[in-house]
């Protein structure tokens, strides 16, 4: 990491009384001068209650908009503009408004990982870490569609019992580990504990020994740290976890066709850098804005997400 660069953030920081918020997925000199570094639930919950006048949002076009919802009136800077997500895109706003329309006694849970428009069209939002909670929070009978993540779907139908109408998105990243090479991986390292994130493919989830949010995954390799960790989702997640467990063997998972790492990553996450940081900081731009009535809808929902997950 450039100290100079990085001691330049931390003054302007202060200078513009700004925070910035860094997602798992970010490189790790990004991580490094975060002021808090975090899953989308704990993205989301710091920006809701930050008293800063700037939030640099170091991670991918959708989390800086949420957070950008829940502050109309702060300045909300993502350092690249074109920092996307392969599974927002997958639910293009005027598709998914004709499946609501068509399922009018349907409750709407949109996983936090979609547009401020799909978010509007919500009832409630959830992330990896509280889909289960808040799907058990609608009653029984209550028909449900959930979107826009057909795995993380899949697995919390399994976990709760509840059928719901599935939208057909999916990350790519996360449906890039390949079965075979993870089998092999593991018969090079015996014994080792397979963790997966939701997001991930139902065979995957089906040989993990934990799944769980980016959160939940740290969390488990700090209950456990005399074991031995193959790791099944954005590699960036490794620096967070080899800082918390220095000394545990922590091996990325393989994809289906990387040929040149074991691991698999976001080119829309790894597309901010330091340099791109500080000159967002530098001259607050590029600035996310959001039109006042999809904010006011798409707030609700969030709210609500928030507030069972206190």
């Not at 089998?183 to 963790?195: A, D, N, R, T, V």
């Not at 959160?215 to 590699?235: H, L, Q, R």
């Not at 600035?287 to 006011?296: A, D, G, M, P, W």
Request: hydrophobic share 40%; net charge negative; proline share 5%.
């Amino acid at each position: 990491m450039s100290v100079d660069l990085a001691k330049d953030i931390a003054l302007l920081k202060r200078k513009k009384n700004a925070i910035i918020l860094a997602h798992y997925y970010q490189v790790s000199e990004i991580q490094e001068v975060a002021d808090y570094v975090g899953d989308s639930l704990g993205l989301s919950q710091k920006a809701a209650e930050t008293n800063k006048d700037i939030i640099v949002f170091a991670g991918v076009h959708f989390m800086a908009e949420t957070a950008k919802i829940l502050n109309p009136n702060k300045n909300v800077l993502l350092p690249d503009l074109l920092a996307g997500c392969s599974l927002a895109d997958s639910c293009p706003p005027s598709a998914f408004q004709k499946l609501v329309e068509t399922h009018p006694n349907h409750v709407v849970i949109t996983y936090i990982n979609c547009s401020a428009e799909i978010k509007a069209m919500s009832d409630l939002v959830c992330t990896s870490s509280n889909a289960e909670q808040i799907v058990n929070s609608i009653p029984e009978g209550v028909p449900i569609i959930f979107a826009p993540d057909k795995n993380l779907g899949k697995y919390i139908q399994k976990k709760t019992g509840r059928e719901m109408l599935l939208w057909d998105g999916s990350c790519i990243v996360h449906e890039a580990f390949s079965f075979d090479k993870l089998l092999k991986l593991y018969q090079k390292h015996p014994g080792s504990k397979i963790i997966a994130h939701p997001e991930s493919e139902s065979h995957i989830l089906e040989t993990a020994n934990y799944v769980g949010s980016t959160a939940g995954m740290i969390d488990y390799v700090k209950k456990n740290p005399s074991e031995k960790f193959i790791v099944a989702t954005e590699a960036g997640i490794l620096h967070k976890m080899k800082e918390q467990v220095p000394h545990t063997l922590l091996i990325p998972a393989p994809a289906e066709e990387d040929n040149t790492c074991a691991c698999s990553e976001c080119a829309f996450m790894k597309m901010n850098t330091l340099q791109k940081l500080y000159d967002c900081l530098l001259n607050e731009t590029p600035q996310i804005e959001v039109r006042e009535t999809i904010r006011k809808k798409a707030i609700l929902p969030i709210e609500r997400m928030l507030e069972l997950s206190k």
